[in-house]
């Protein structure tokens, strides 16, 4: 076979290498890494390379572990449907109410200007406003809206989902917004001619083919707060759990075996949790 016949079958291998190459060293090496490490034994004061089952065993085991991953899927399911409702609104506004598209890049510009920050800044800034002697707890009594300040405003579930929801929202709301954009007017327009109510062109005519943007958004969220770890550790005060919040106390102690067991085991779920939302929108087909 001669060069000039070989050069074209090269060519798209050739393209793909340094991708290959990027994806095998900063994301296939470390999984196979934690994997292997997963299966290693550890006492008190070192880690022995072996091949044990133990770690999986104790974590699969163990009453505390379970109630952690509960308590992280509650977080995941809670926050997914707080930013799915609110981030749907959102970018449905935007996209259907704001008629100049200056003012819609303007208005999504607004709702990015916090992520200008960093996320832990972001969370932080609830305290002072959610505390015993915060302000929203200072305003509602000089209101006369409540007598005594209200405790579970802050280091609880409800400033922990407060705060995810605050971090993750963008992420619900721009690809669903870059899908309502795609909408052809003009089936909305047909559906009202034909005589559809607003309520039913919503729901026959813009979540049907709003689906690929909330799948998308679905699977950043529940990704994002599987893995979470200092938004419960900071919102919580101490009092609630998560899975990434156990593994960095694992580290913390230096039990490294163990924590890759449980990051093992979150990848997993979490593999299952993005396949079945792929499993129920086809992002592929559907765009």
């Given at each position: 076979m001669t060069r000039s016949h070989l050069a074209p079958r090269l060519a798209p291998y050739l393209q793909a290498t340094p991708l290959t190459l990027i994806l095998a060293a900063f994301l296939v090496l470390p999984i196979a890494?934690?994997?292997?490490?997963?299966?290693w034994d550890y006492d008190s004061i070192q880690i022995f390379p072996a091949f044990v089952f133990t770690n999986y065993e104790e974590t699969i085991s163990s009453p505390v572990t379970w109630s952690t991953y509960i308590n992280t899927l509650k977080y995941t399911a809670i926050v997914w449907a707080v930013t799915l409702f609110v981030g749907f609104w959102v970018a449905y506004y935007l996209a259907f109410h704001i008629r100049s598209a200056t003012a819609q890049m303007v208005l999504f510009l607004v709702c990015t200007i916090p992520f200008l920050t960093s996320n832990i800044i972001r969370m932080i800034s609830w305290i002072p406003?959610?505390?015993?002697?915060?302000?929203?707890n200072q305003t509602m009594m000089n209101l006369g809206i409540i007598d005594k300040p209200l405790e579970f405003l802050l280091f609880s579930d409800f400033a922990v989902v407060l705060?995810?929801?605050?971090l993750y929202t963008l992420f619900m709301v721009t690809p669903i917004f870059n899908t309502l954009m795609r909408i052809d007017r003009a089936?909305?327009?047909?559906?009202?001619d034909a005589g559809a109510s607003g309520w039913q062109i919503l729901t026959n005519v813009?979540?049907?083919?709003?689906?690929?943007?909330?799948a998308i958004g679905s699977i950043f969220v529940v990704t994002l707060v599987m893995g979470d770890f200092i938004t419960v550790r900071f919102m919580s005060g101490g009092q609630s759990a998560s899975v990434g919040l156990m593994m960095a106390n694992q580290i913390a102690l230096l039990q490294y075996p163990a924590a890759a067991a449980n990051a093992v085991i979150l990848l997993i779920l979490v593999l299952l949790m993005v396949g079945a939302i792929l499993r129920i929108v086809n992002i592929r087909k559907e765009l």
């Open positions: 890494t934690i994997v292997m490490v997963s299966f406003f959610l505390g015993r002697n915060g302000l929203l705060a995810m929801v605050h089936l909305i327009e047909a559906a009202r813009i979540i049907p083919l709003a689906k690929p943007g909330i």
